[in-house]
């Protein structure tokens, strides 16, 4: 038989034991992936400054980081305690599950186990939101039009919403119900101050949302939380003011829009008016929106809307070349201008970007150009086309 000296034998052993604990992290690892998004209780076995250590059971810890506690949260060894698995991270020495008592899908989570609805599939939370430890908002939608999706998480005599909110820490939940209609869901999202109107702004994802006077303390919330869970939880950012601010906003963008159709197009104020009553609010829509929405408008017919989109694309053309920053080496050659197709505003706009010539036209992909107003994928391409014929092929022969 072979003998083995004191230091092949310790670092056999220390080998083995290496060996097991890393099979008993894959096979930890391997029962947990699957948990992920999940509630998962422990008993806290140490608690260090920065975490603690959950004792999960069968030789599996996870960490709560402070960040990841209740505000003013304190916890001793041998606690029970449950939170949120949110991530596992097989490459961290130490813990590997990493556990949140913040993060808003607890919320849900909690709401889960609570109202068997959800389970159930008959009732949804969409969506969730949450000022750890002090306030929160979800929404929630029914599949049953027979069941009230806000009473049935609020439970007889409110058992459901306040089991939830003594898991965490007397956190404040409001039950908001969820619509599809975006402006809907926000109103639904601000309670429990009443809004009075509200503008949508689809192409900035914003919405101004507006009270009245007496009650814009409540909307905003204390530190801005009332408006900042609602946007949270509807995805909008949000503008909270009284009517009358609103009212003056509204006239304010109102005035600037009629001075620029008024100076733009060369028109009175009271055809200006009409155009922005249609919701007219720029001169590009001015020039470039297809002509049967301007023929919409009562009392124009086609030979006035040539003659606006003429004005609008004029006026477009001047302001870009007053431009300094478009001025600056920017001037498109005669030859560019005077290619087969071009236009006046096109020639400036790309020469705005560093295209003056034909040459420099030619060296374009259709993607670079397509962009800019007047073009789209086969026109641009036939500009560099034309370009390259006069500037490649010509040189040639």
Same mark, same amino acid.
């Given at each position: 038989?072979?003998?083995?000296?004191?230091?092949?034998?310790?670092?056999?052993?220390?080998?083995?034991?290496?060996?097991?604990?890393?099979?008993?992290?894959?096979?930890?690892?391997? %029962?947990?992936?699957?948990?992920?998004?999940?509630?998962?209780?422990?008993?806290?076995?140490? !608690?260090?400054?920065?975490?603690?250590?959950?004792?999960?059971?069968?030789?599996?810890?996870?960490?709560?980081?402070?960040?990841?506690?209740?505000?003013?949260?304190?916890?001793?060894?041998?606690?029970?305690?449950?939170?949120?698995?949110?991530?596992?991270? *097989?490459?961290?020495?130490?813990?590997?599950?990493?556990?949140?008592?913040?993060?808003?899908?607890?919320?849900?989570?909690?709401?889960? #186990?609570?109202? *068997? @609805?959800?389970?159930?599939?008959?009732?949804?939370?969409?969506?969730?939101?949450?000022?750890?430890?002090?306030?929160?908002?979800?929404?929630?939608?029914?599949?049953?039009?027979? #069941?009230?999706?806000?009473?049935?998480?609020?439970?007889?005599?409110?058992?459901?919403?306040?089991?939830?909110?003594? %898991?965490?820490?007397?956190?404040?939940?409001?039950? !908001?119900?969820?619509?599809?209609?975006?402006?809907?869901? !926000?109103?639904?999202?601000?309670?429990?101050?009443?809004?009075?109107?509200?503008?949508?702004?689809?192409?900035?994802?914003?919405?101004?949302?507006?009270?009245?006077?007496?009650?814009?303390?409540?909307?905003?919330?204390?530190?801005?939380?009332?408006?900042?869970?609602?946007?949270?939880?509807?995805?909008?950012?949000?503008?909270?003011?009284?009517?009358?601010?609103?009212?003056?906003?509204?006239?304010?963008?109102?005035?600037?829009?009629?001075?620029?159709?008024?100076?733009?197009?060369?028109?009175?104020?009271?055809?200006?008016?009409?155009?922005?009553?249609?919701?007219?609010?720029?001169?590009?829509?001015?020039?470039?929106?297809?002509?049967?929405?301007?023929?919409?408008?009562?009392?124009?017919? @086609?030979?006035?809307?040539?003659?606006?989109?003429?004005?609008?694309?004029?006026?477009?053309?001047?302001?870009? #070349?007053?431009?300094?920053?478009?001025?600056?080496?920017?001037?498109?050659?005669?030859?560019?201008?005077?290619?087969?197709?071009?236009?006046?505003?096109?020639?400036? !706009?790309?020469?705005?970007?560093?295209?003056?010539? #034909? %040459?420099?036209?030619?060296?374009?992909?259709?993607?670079?150009?397509?962009?800019?107003?007047?073009?789209?994928?086969?026109?641009?391409?036939?500009?560099?086309?034309?370009?390259?014929?006069?500037?490649?092929?010509?040189?040639?022969?």
């Amino acid at each position: 038989s072979i003998k083995f000296d004191r230091i092949t034998t310790q670092t056999a052993k220390q080998v083995i034991v290496q060996k097991v604990r890393e099979a008993e992290r894959q096979q930890m690892i391997a %029962e947990y992936e699957d948990k992920v998004g999940e509630l998962v209780t422990g008993t806290v076995k140490k !608690v260090n400054r920065d975490n603690i250590i959950i004792d999960l059971g069968n030789n599996a810890e996870g960490v709560i980081y402070r960040d990841d506690m209740l505000p003013r949260e304190t916890f001793r060894p041998g606690d029970r305690v449950r939170g949120l698995l949110y991530v596992i991270r *097989p490459e961290a020495r130490g813990a590997q599950l990493f556990i949140s008592r913040t993060h808003p899908d607890m919320l849900v989570e909690l709401f889960r #186990l609570e109202v *068997p @609805e959800i389970a159930e599939e008959t009732l949804e939370i969409k969506s969730a939101a949450r000022d750890p430890g002090s306030r929160a908002k979800i929404a929630v939608k029914t599949n049953d039009k027979r #069941l009230d999706p806000v009473g049935a998480c609020v439970g007889m005599r409110g058992s459901r919403v306040q089991a939830v909110s003594g %898991e965490l820490g007397g956190e404040r939940v409001d039950i !908001v119900l969820w619509d599809e209609n975006p402006a809907q869901f !926000v109103i639904n999202a601000m309670a429990p101050a009443e809004v009075a109107s509200i503008v949508v702004d689809e192409d900035s994802n914003t919405m101004d949302v507006a009270v009245e006077a007496d009650n814009l303390a409540q909307a905003i919330g204390r530190s801005g939380q009332n408006v900042r869970l609602a946007s949270q939880l509807t995805g909008w950012e949000l503008n909270v003011m009284t009517v009358d601010d609103l009212n003056k906003k509204h006239e304010e963008e109102n005035a600037k829009v009629l001075n620029l159709f008024t100076a733009g197009l060369d028109i009175d104020e009271e055809f200006a008016s009409v155009l922005v009553d249609e919701g007219f609010t720029t001169l590009e829509e001015v020039a470039y929106v297809p002509a049967s929405e301007l023929l919409a408008v009562e009392g124009l017919d @086609e030979e006035m809307v040539e003659e606006l989109r003429n004005r609008a694309r004029a006026f477009l053309t001047t302001r870009a #070349l007053a431009n300094e920053e478009s001025l600056e080496g920017a001037e498109p050659t005669e030859a560019l201008l005077n290619l087969e197709g071009m236009s006046k505003h096109v020639a400036y !706009v790309l020469a705005s970007r560093g295209v003056t010539d #034909l %040459e420099e036209l030619a060296e374009q992909g259709t993607d670079d150009i397509s962009d800019i107003d007047e073009l789209d994928e086969e026109k641009a391409g036939a500009l560099i086309m034309a370009a390259r014929n006069i500037v490649w092929f010509s040189e040639e022969e």
